[in-house]
């Protein structure tokens, strides 16, 4: 792996891209990172995702990859019992801490430093996982989805979404992923997962899978 530190974190080469991004939206830091993040938040559109995860009252939730917390306050909306979020960037985590304030002070929402890689939770803790336009930017797609596999519970269920074609904004849209990193992402969790399905929303291709 071609590694190189930042500010805080590690930028690694992409398993689709095969590079190492030093974009502030794959690798946020300092006002760089906070500004992309405003832009995910005005840009990146999670429009069919809620439905897709069917989280139940009282299910233990996990987003990854969170940014600046956008999706993580729609979970707020859902009956999950436990909220927790892990992201690689201190200042994706310090910004989606201020917008979810409140409901980290009461206890319903955790946020923790860690990757899709390595999310220092339990094994099979988590019954829905979420992580939405960031796989792509992941080393090792095989070692996240392991490690996603670890920490979800028997009958667990697990939604990856990148940018699609579809993206009604210009800017997202651009990043979508050709057919042969799409395939290469089903047939990885076809085979963690032993079975996973492709669906298109609005602005996203996701796969879905049960533990
Ligand atoms: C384009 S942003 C997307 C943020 C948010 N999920 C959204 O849809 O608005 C990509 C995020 O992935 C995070 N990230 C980078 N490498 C990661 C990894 N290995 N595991 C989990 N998240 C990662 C970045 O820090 C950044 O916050």
Known sequence: MNR?????QTVSRSWAFGTASRSPFSHPSGFRGRLAGLVMLLTNDHQGVVDLLAVRPGD?????????????RRLTATPAGMIYGVEPSAVMRDEAAR????????GRVELRLGTAEDTGLPTTSIDRVVALNNVAIWPD????????????????????GWHSRTAPSRLTRRLALPEDRLEVLHDTMRRVFGAAERVELRSLTAFTATR
């Open 60 to 72: 233990q939730v996990l987003e990854i990859g969170h940014g600046a917390g956008g999706f993580l």
């Open 141 to 160: 797609l095989e070692a996240g989805l392991r490690e996603i596999h670890r920490i979800t519970r028997p009958d667990g269920l697990v939604v990856i």
């Open 4 to 8: 190189m530190n930042r500010t805080d």
């Open 99 to 106: 917008r979810l304030r409140n409901e980290i002070a009461s």
